[in-house]
């Protein structure tokens, strides 16, 4: 089975979790969902076989009763706000960004609070509060007013920083943007897998986006998660329990 030599290493330091009795906490944010589509009920299917349970962070804007009643047939999916439209208002030259000052405050602050309740009323109990900004990126004075619309939760990307409403971040991304442009090579996801056991205090999230996976990251994730589905040096927990760990 190919795969098998990269895996060593995170087998290693799972057996050594184990062994500490400290199971290193991981937990998956898929993002940009829309509708249904072929490669969301392969992602389900995926996730459903190996008990992963999945957050999807959904772009408001554009999302409605379809993806709603696609979702209603799973158990181990959350939903939670991908900002509004998903739409770049950054300057040329500057990375992109929907979540930035580059327009008044209220105008977005109004947009995020149509997704929340958007999303909150297609969703109900499978809705979580939290934003997953756009391209993991939103100013601090967007963050500052995020409690008053009724986010309980922000997840970027990178190590957590302080904040007026709790962090949990994805830091381990399977897709090669600047390269490729498909799955990273597992010896290198399982490097980073490794090194955030090692260094990072707190769950790890991985982040994947369905919609572009080529045939690398779904035989990565495959092999991910069966590596890890029912190692005793880890454990696979829903965004939810997580928020509730940290409250
Ligand atoms: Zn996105």
Redesign the pocket.
């Known amino acids: 089975m190919t795969g098998r030599t990269e895996l060593k290493p995170l087998f290693e330091e799972l057996d050594r979790r184990a062994d500490l009795g400290d199971p290193l906490q991981l937990w998956l944010r898929d993002?940009?969902a829309v509708a249904p589509s072929e490669p969301l009920d392969r992602l389900l299917q995926l996730t459903n076989h190996h008990g992963v349970p999945t957050l999807l962070?959904v772009?408001p804007a554009f999302t409605g009763t379809e993806l709603q009643q696609r979702l209603a047939l799973e158990k181990g999916v959350e939903v939670a706000v991908?900002?509004w439209a998903?739409l770049n208002h950054a300057g040329a030259g500057e990375k992109s960004r929907e979540l930035g000052m580059h327009r008044p405050l209220a105008t977005v602050l109004d947009e995020l609070a149509r997704g929340r309740e958007r999303l909150e009323s297609l969703y109900e109990t499978r809705f979580v509060p939290m934003l997953?900004p756009?391209?993991?990126r939103i100013d601090s004075d967007i963050i500052g007013e995020l409690g008053g619309l009724g986010f309980e939760a922000l997840s970027v990307y990178g190590p957590e920083r302080s904040a007026p409403l709790t962090m949990l971040n994805t830091h381990v991304d399977i897709m090669d943007w600047r390269g490729t442009r498909g799955g990273r090579p597992l010896g290198a996801v399982v490097g980073d897998l490794v090194a955030m056991s090692r260094t990072h205090k707190g769950p790890v999230g991985l982040l994947t986006?369905h919609l572009v996976h080529d045939a690398a990251a779904w035989d990565l994730l495959e092999l991910l998660f069966a590596a890890t589905e029912k190692h005793a040096g880890c454990r696979w927990r829903s965004a939810r329990d997580l928020l509730a760990d940290k409250a």
């Open positions: 993002d940009d962070a772009i991908h900002g998903h997953v756009p391209w993991n986006h």
